[in-house]
């Protein structure tokens, strides 16, 4: 279990979408500093001013997590000036969906590259020093998706897929060093994202802010996944009795007898 107040919290992909407002809900519930981690030095300033608005100290970091010379001289600094860490929250993402068949090598490459590549390298670089003082959390985001695939989110799905496994091999490595690891799962979520995107039908989008609460919430147990909303509970569940069925139904969800020629993308969360 973590209390969260009074302790230092690092979140990735915090500009926008769930990052912000894992940020936002993390200042409410009274953390003493938040690291805030983006690209965008602008947008990363406004999340900055509404914390503060809060009382909580905030510090930004414009940072490109595919960048790993760069995290690491960065996570260097902000660990010996605003440190030590308590909670790291890897939320930093992106998606490109598009059938498989017209996908785009170069896309391709940036979805792992940050998705992944990117969660991994910064996390290397504060489970380390959180291993070192004996004490800490580690929440990575995945998504449903990380569940069960579904058409057009090939590549999304399959760096969700290995967030979990690299979550799940956390967890039994840094147990010994005090340190939790846990994996965020939320479903659709109502965000500038997915509005870029073509949504699965009958799908009810979550609000971000439904889903920082129920990370907050999570952050109280050591569970292995932290699930997000009815519909996540019942995709996990029909995976798990009957997964023929769930692909079937999938199928008929995904936005493929409209889809366009050209792929819609998102820049980010």
């Known amino acids: 279990m973590m209390n969260i107040q009074g302790k230092i919290a690092l979140v990735t992909g915090a500009s926008r979408g769930i990052g912000r407002e894992i940020a936002l809900e993390l200042a409410k519930q009274g953390v003493q500093r938040l690291v805030l981690v983006a690209r965008d030095r602008q947008r990363l300033a406004l999340v900055a001013a509404e914390i503060e608005g809060m009382g909580i100290e905030a510090v930004i970091l414009p940072l490109d997590l595919s960048q790993p010379i760069e995290v690491h001289i960065a996570i260097a600094q902000v660990w010996r000036d605003h440190g030590p860490f308590h909670l790291l929250v890897n939320c930093a993402g992106i998606a490109h969906q598009v059938p498989f068949l017209q996908s785009k090598l170069a896309n391709v490459q940036e979805e792992i590259a940050i998705n992944l590549i990117g969660m991994y390298t910064i996390t290397r670089l504060v489970a380390r020093r959180m291993a070192a003082q004996r004490e800490g959390k580690i929440v990575n985001v995945s998504s449903l998706m990380g569940k069960v695939a579904a058409p057009t989110m090939a590549t999304y799905s399959a760096t969700k897929f290995a967030i979990l496994g690299f979550t799940q091999a956390l967890r039994g490595e840094l147990a010994a060093h005090n ?37 907050v919430a999570g952050l109280q147990k050591d569970t292995p996944e932290i699930l997000v909303g009815w519909q996540s509970h019942l995709v996990a569940w029909s995976n798990r009795i009957a997964p023929w069925l769930l692909e079937k139904i999938l199928l008929m969800a995904a936005p493929l007898p409209r889809y366009e020629q050209r792929p819609t993308e998102s820049p980010g969360r």
């Open 179 to 215: 340190v939790q690891v846990s994996a965020l799962l939320p479903s659709l979520t109502d965000t500038d994202m997915v509005r870029e995107l073509q949504w699965f039908r009958w799908v009810m989008p979550t609000s971000p802010q439904r889903v920082a609460q129920v990370l």
